[in-house]
């Protein structure tokens, strides 16, 4: 079965750069999730989107941003990298309109040097 | 907002045994539960999940029950075996919010 596809699988960055991460949902699901993960933490909720509107905001920097495009894919930029972005950021999906669960993706290690 | 806790934070257990990971919620409006198996490096992979009018699920050697009442629930693994080993993260979500709020996780080790 298809999955979530997150690109890049990796990302060497330094401060003050920017970097742009994308996620390609399931086929026929509607909603997408951005988590980040520091090291031995939890994921953490940042934003979703359902039908290409922003459904809920979490701890997401206002140095980030993100958005949904009409093919469902969603792409999450990052600005002014600091130290602390260093992650995984994950992507999920899942189908709202069937109450189904949300699937991750295999994520993005992101490395601030 | 909601809160999620998870206890214990580490867990051993001799293969064969059974492991028991708890989690608390605070919420009354979440509704929905799933756990999260999830190795060093890799994405949380869903392993079973139990919705608000559901007093337990069972899928072969894992099982989820709920206490509506107290907001806890917890993840029951029989039969253990070394490849159960994992981190292992409960969640809470109110369908029609979606937002996942984590427990901080419970690092399972079999022992062989």
């Known amino acids: 079965a298809a999955g979530v596809i997150q690109s890049p699988r990796h990302l060497i960055k330094e401060k003050r750069e920017t970097a742009t991460l994308k996620c390609y949902p399931i086929?026929?699901?509607?909603?997408v999730y951005w988590y980040q993960q520091g090291p031995g933490q939890d994921p953490q909720f940042l934003i979703s989107f359902y039908e290409k509107m922003q459904s809920d905001k979490g701890s997401i920097p206002d140095r980030f941003s993100a958005q949904q495009f009409s093919d469902y894919h969603s792409e999450l930029n990052m600005s002014s990298l600091e130290l602390g972005d260093s992650a995984l950021y994950f992507c999920?999906?899942?189908?709202?309109?069937?109450?189904?669960?949300?699937?991750f993706g295999d994520g993005t290690r992101l490395s601030i040097l | 907002g909601e809160n999620v806790e998870q206890h214990p934070s580490t867990l051993s257990v001799q293969e064969g045994d059974s492991a028991v990971i708890k989690c608390t919620y605070s919420?009354?409006?979440?509704?929905?539960f799933p756990w999260y198996k999830q190795e060093l490096g890799k994405r949380p992979q869903l392993i079973i999940d139990?919705?608000?009018?559901?007093g337990e699920k069972k899928d072969q050697r894992i099982a989820v029950t709920l206490n509506k009442t107290a907001k806890h629930f917890s993840l029951h693994i029989t039969e253990t075996q070394p490849e159960d080993s994992a981190v292992y993260f409960c969640?809470?979500?109110?369908?029609?919010?979606?937002?996942?709020?984590f427990g901080t996780g419970t690092r399972l080790t079999i022992i062989p």
């Open positions: 969640a809470a979500e109110y369908f029609g919010n979606e937002k996942l709020t």
């Open positions: 919420d009354s409006a979440s509704n929905y």
């Open positions: 999920a999906s899942s189908r709202r309109t069937g109450g189904q669960p949300q699937h």
């Open positions: 086929p026929r699901h509607d909603t």
């Open positions: 139990i919705r608000s009018n559901v």
